[in-house]
């Protein structure tokens, strides 16, 4: 057994390797051991196991290459204008006043606080069920309409605590606005996304972002993945029709919206509500979702969805991909794990749904690191969101964003060659991209 040592600042390997460029959290999710090793970074079976594998080494490399890009986003944080306190939250605030004046025609409120004994009495008196959190008042909406209100309360409190209080309060003025960071860890999970903790800003919402603002006289850029589990899909499954709809331009959520919508009978549904449709149902089928969830799901934008309707749908979607069905099958089966270096055999346990998703989340997090470290080499690399990179970038200079990416596709075809690039970086403005005061 390896043994390993819990605290970052201790050494070097007797074979010169140091081991103190990630944290040990980092480390022990990289080499895919069990969260209950005992570690010890100055025992050799570390540089041995490195060694050993290319894969593992491989992915050691690159996460030290990161460090030192993700420092500098954490320390120099994002600045968010002061409008948004003011004008940005004040929609929010006229949504929940609107919802409690909703909650009010069947359980009195006093100010913006809804007692809850109040509800519990009211559900209780017509003969309907406690809900004690968000999942349970999900699970009952469509008993009561109190139900889903209570749930868009609960919602519209938590975002005006989040993003509101807790902003203004970890965040520091400046005479431009509001400076934001969080704490950045590299690889937080076994597939090694990246995340941020004390402010969750890779879960930054969409209202937020549009008040995000350039420090200086640059914009701000986003490079964006389109597709990217979906091309990871088509790329190892070597799925003919998935390649062939990246390779003519189709937008597949579209599409698959569309077979859920001939199959329920919808008619006249918004196009974006089609699309959603078809996300949502592709996504879950590929992170092993089952069918009473892809059904919970799907309700949210579709009420008259059933199990059969669920069941149907997955044998059109598997009948229409094949290759697909089968490559996700032998996932499940696979003692090792695949990444985009090769496979190897994690000591760590994962499920079959786990293994299922980490090639995915896996391979994002790799191709997002590698455009980060590309990016970073001509820009100024500001802030990551899942599969999507922030730049500041002169306003004047589009074609050195555009080398940037034709550098990455380069580089990213090296490593999954045949992979369907075209079209897979976004970009896109973020925010007021100007330099604002006051």
Known sequence: ??????????????????????????????????????????????????????????????EKSIQPVLSTIESRGLLISESWFNDGLSKRRNDLNHIIEEISEYVFAEGNTINKKRVIDFLVNNNLPAANNNEELQ?????HPL????????????????????????????????VIKGNWQSFSSFSGRMFCKQLPLTSLPKAVREFIISPDERVILSLDFNNAELRILAYYSKCTKLLEQFEIGEDIHFQTGTMIAQAIGLKDADVAVIRKTGKQFAFALLYGAGTSMIVNNLRKLVPTVTSATVSQLVTVFFKTYPEVHLFLDNLEKDS?????????????????????????????????????????????VVHVIHDEIWILAPTREPTVVEEVIEEFYHQLLKILPDFPISGFIKVEPIGGNTHEHG
Do not use: C
Not at 12 to 36: A, C, E, F, M, R
Not at 139 to 143: D, G, H, P
Not at 347 to 363: D, G, I, M
């Open 1 to 62: 057994m390896m043994h390993f040592r819990q605290d970052d600042d201790v050494g070097v390997s007797q074979y010169g390797l140091s081991y103190t460029d990630l944290p040990y959290s980092s480390l022990q999710k990289l080499l895919l051991l069990p969260s209950n090793y005992s570690m010890n970074i100055r025992d050799s079976n570390v540089h041995r196991l490195l060694q050993a594998s290319g894969v593992l080494h491989t992915l050691y490399d690159l």
């Open 139 to 143: 699970m009952y909406r469509n008993l």
């Open 147 to 178: 139900y889903g209100l209570l749930l868009k309360y609960n919602n519209q409190q938590q975002f005006l605590k989040q993003w509101g209080n807790k902003l203004l309060a970890e965040g520091r003025r400046t005479e431009s606005g509001v």
């Open 336 to 380: 090792h794990l695949l990444t985009p270096f090769g496979r190897i055999k994690p000591l760590a346990t994962f499920k079959p749904t786990q293994k299922r998703n980490y090639p995915f989340q896996s391979s994002i997090a790799v191709a997002v690191k590698q455009l980060m470290l590309i990016a970073n080499k001509r820009f100024d």
